[in-house]
């Protein structure tokens, strides 16, 4: 057993784990990391997530990121770093909380917003956390700003389809930023939930008006989204497929406002 903890601890270190400053402020949520890159003061994150290294799955700007050590989801490697306080999100295994917890290592958790008023209160959250809750607020209003909702027309219909046929769907952040920016989210009509798969099939028999889905990917994916976009091209002039790329999807804070960037230009050039 004391092994097995000697050889996890060396990896860690072998990560970048060592170069990571004992009682430091760590995250490990490459949509916390977005958060605390606008709003954290200089020299106040000690690590971020591996993700955020990685130009594919960051959320927060890479010049930034890469500047910090990067850190895992293990909960070997984190008490090894000994923070004084992790900030994480609940998709954490309860198993890696309780140990966290039974070591004494304090976290703040945050899960995946639902809405924009849910991406406000876990910005707020990081921001009461690392004791920033101006640079917090001063955030939520860049947001409200790219949020101003046109109900002059009648909403379009649109859905966002990501690698694998997930579509975002009610429930979701990414459905309340359609209705939002005047798209009326069509997942529904299909029969779909929260998260669901929509087959191609489906869709090409009921398209809507807008596609928003990634125009590149890489490996397996790569393949069946140059498929997918060969097939999309039976739709003719019926539908317009805008590039949206699949990190947009999984974090709120200010991922809002690329977001609602994509969406805003895509409706004043259908007006």
């Known amino acids: 057993m004391r ?23 760590v995250s490990n949520n490459p949509c916390i990391d977005g958060v ?81 008023e849910d991406n406000k209160i876990q910005i707020r959250a ?9 640079a917090g607020e001063r955030l939520i209003t860049q947001i409200d700003d790219t949020l101003a909702h046109n109900d002059s027309d ?3 219909s649109a859905i966002i389809w990501q690698n694998g046929g997930f579509v975002a769907g009610a429930g979701t952040l990414q459905d309340a930023l359609l209705a939002a920016h005047g798209f009326a989210n069509a997942s529904a009509t299909y029969g779909l939930k929260s998260w669901d798969i929509l087959p191609l099939e489906t869709l090409i ?3 809507p008006q807008v596609i928003f889905m990634p ?8 393949r069946a989204l140059a498929a997918r976009r060969q097939l999309l ?9 805008v590039n949206f790329p699949d990190k947009l999807l999984f974090c709120g804070g200010p991922t809002v406002i690329k977001v609602s960037g994509i969406l805003s230009q895509t409706r004043e050039a259908m007006q």
């Open 154 to 156: 009648a909403p379009i």
């Open 205 to 207: 028999r009921k398209p």
């Open 3 to 25: 092994a097995g903890w000697l050889s996890l601890l060396l990896l860690a270190g072998c990560n970048g784990q060592s170069d990571i400053a004992a009682g430091g402020i």
């Open 36 to 116: 605390l890159a606008e709003i954290a003061a200089p020299g106040q994150i000690a690590a971020v997530s591996s993700y955020s290294h990685n130009a594919n799955s960051a959320s927060a700007p890479l010049d930034w990121a890469r500047t910090m050590p990067a850190i895992g989801t293990s909960a070997e490697e984190i008490i090894a770093a000994k923070p004084r306080l992790l900030l994480t999100g609940n998709l954490a295994s309860s198993g890696t909380n309780a140990a966290l917890t039974k070591a004494g290592v304090r976290f703040v958790a945050v899960g995946v917003p639902v809405d924009v």
């Open 215 to 222: 125009t590149s990917a890489n490996g397996d994916d790569a």
């Open 126 to 134: 990081v921001a009461s956390a690392i004791g920033r809750q101006a």
């Open 233 to 241: 091209k039976h739709l003719g002039g019926k539908t317009r497929v």
